[in-house]
């Protein structure tokens, strides 16, 4: 029986240190005299499977995100939103963060095989995600797309066998010797259940420590490798301007 698959993409975040006027899962990118969105490159990624439900996690102020994208129908997709509020009783208040977004999706995501990506990240191949489709087994719980990187203090940095078998990942180390990070994520009903179980439960909200404890508990992590892909990340400046040197490296002389 084929898996039913919905796609998840968390922009629920202020973007407070770019500063920019609209969301900065908007910030235009340009390649081959194109623009687009930072957040429609994955969305391309989702819909290359194809995906055809996919779940933006919002906050309430993301109404130029919801201008841009509507239904989905432009992008052959249908898009959903769900807004991610925080959550506060007498005792505590709990600052929303990725675990949450993710979970903020769970009356849709349900019993469903999830594929998450970041909005704002390029990754390429296109296809990374029916890649790590077609690379699962049956009895992978969380299926992790794995891209090389140079700062792993940026990073959740995995580790792997050579059964890409993973036994335990590492969130933002100061030193490692893991050189691979997760950039995307594909998993499946068992880990959907133990992600809103801890959330709802306000037993854990790391999201790091949520998958550590998936793994401890028996549930299949495997990697799936992009060594010669890229994966782009705009959070700050600095990373904005490697982005568009990178692209600039990419055309042709002349």
């Known amino acids: 029986m084929s898996e039913e698959l919905i796609g998840l993409i968390p922009a629920a975040g202020k973007g407070l240190r770019l500063r920019l006027p609209y969301p900065k899962e908007l910030y235009p990118i340009i390649r081959d005299n194109r623009y687009k969105p930072i957040s429609q490159h994955v969305l391309e990624n989702l819909t290359a499977v194809p995906t055809q439900h996919i779940v933006f996690v919002i906050n309430e102020t993301k109404h130029q995100l919801i201008g841009y994208y509507g239904d989905g129908h432009r992008f052959g997709c249908s898009i959903s939103y769900v807004v991610q509020e925080v959550r506060e009783d007498a005792s505590r208040s709990t600052s929303p963060g990725l675990g949450h977004a993710l979970d903020a999706a769970y009356h849709l995501t349900r019993g469903k095989t999830v594929l998450f990506g970041m909005a704002d990240t390029i990754m390429e191949p296109v296809e990374v995600f029916a890649h790590m489709l077609r690379n699962s087994r049956a009895e992978d719980d969380v299926i992790m797309g794995l891209f090389p990187t140079q700062r792993p203090h940026k990073f959740g940095m995995v580790a792997f066998d050579n059964e890409n ?59 799936v490798r992009f060594d010669a892909g890229s994966y782009l990340d705009l959070g700050t400046y600095d990373e904005i301007q490697e982005m568009e040197q990178h692209f600039r490296a990419e055309q042709p002389p002349g």
């Open 165 to 223: 078998r993973i036994p335990h990942i590492i969130d933002k180390p100061k030193q490692t010797d893991l050189t691979h990070m997760w950039g995307c994520i594909i998993w499946r009903a068992r880990f959907t259940e133990h992600l809103h179980r801890c959330i709802d439960e306000g037993e854990i909200a790391d999201f790091a420590l949520i998958m550590n404890k998936a793994i401890e508990a028996g549930m299949v992590f495997r990697a």
